[in-house]
Every structure is written in structure tokens, then in C-alpha cells.
């Protein structure tokens, strides 16, 4: 049990969650990539799901302003397959449903503590900042400060 975060504007009603514990992985002919919420009653077996897997992570969401675009970051923590860095972003950015996707390496990195840097922090479309859940005091889509936070309850 416990809350997810998700910001609404009331203005023109963009939305933005926050995804501080999704983490990915892929299976072993690593061929899917799948997208898990670790935390809940269901916490403990993706976890076991991640730590069994040769390449596992964690997701991170921004939003671009200028392409109007949700960003995802993932965050390669593990990478016990013979792909190299460049070949598993590849790899990455073709699984992935996402239109615009970053890859970035903390090999060895707990998952709790896997976070991108400020300096990543630029869209790799258009080269503009992102904002990130906690940087987002106004609406980063229309500048509107009535960018209310909800919690929902979570099993
Ligand atoms: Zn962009
Ligand atoms: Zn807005």
C-alpha cells in the first residue's frame, strides 16, 4: 500500500505522473522489453524478475516542451550480456514504444538509487531541457500554475 503521485493542470488539462519506481528488463533473448511498476504487494517479484534478467534498469520520464513530447530515460544498472553500450542502446531505443528515448549507463548502481543526471537532463530530439515531476511547479505545457497534485492509493 501506498500513493502514487500524478500533477493535472486545470487549465488545459495535461497530466504528468510520477515514475520513480518503474523498472524494465529484458528477457533472455532479449527480445522484449517489458516496463514494471516495482512497488506494492507485486514489488518483491518484479524485483526478482529485474535481478534475474541479463540487461535490467529503471525508467525515468521527463516531458519536452518544444516537441510536445513525453521523454523516457532508461537507466541500464545491469548489463550481463555480451552487447556493448552502443549496441544495447540501440537495442533499447527499438524495444522501447516510446517515440523519444534516452539511454544512459550506471552499471552496478542500485535501483533506488539509478537517477539521471542534470547534465542528461536534454531531450535528444531537440536538444532543449525537460522537465522532470519534481521541477514541475507551473504547467510545463502552458505555464499555467494551477498544476495541482492528486495522490492516488495504491494496493
Ligand atoms: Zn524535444
Ligand atoms: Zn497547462
Do not use: W
Not at 532543449?128 to 511547479?137: C, Q, S, V
Amino acid at each position: 500500500m501506498g500513493f502514487a503521485k500524478e500533477r493535472i493542470c486545470q487549465k488545459c488539462g495535461f497530466k504528468f505522473s510520477e515514475l520513480d519506481e518503474i523498472s524494465f528488463y529484458l528477457n533472455d533473448d532479449l527480445t522484449i522489453l517489458t516496463e514494471e511498476e516495482a512497488r506494492g504487494a507485486l514489488g518483491y517479484e518484479v524485483l526478482d524478475k529485474v535481478n534475474k534478467s541479463l540487461i535490467s534498469g529503471k525508467l525515468e520520464e521527463f516531458y519536452c516542451r518544444e516537441c510536445d513530447e513525453i521523454v523516457n530515460f532508461y537507466i541500464v544498472c545491469k548489463n550481463d550480456s555480451r552487447l556493448s553500450e552502443d549496441e544495447l542502446s540501440e537495442l533499447i531505443k527499438d524495444l522501447s514504444e516510446y517515440k523519444i528515448t534516452e539511454v544512459i549507463f550506471e552499471i552496478g548502481r542500485d535501483l533506488i538509487f539509478a537517477h539521471t543526471n542534470i547534465e542528461d537532463e536534454i531531450c535528444p530530439k531537440c536538444n532543449n531541457k525537460i522537465y522532470g515531476y519534481f521541477e514541475m511547479d507551473v504547467c510545463p505545457k502552458c505555464g499555467d500554475e494551477q498544476f495541482i497534485e492528486f495522490y492516488q492509493l495504491y494496493e
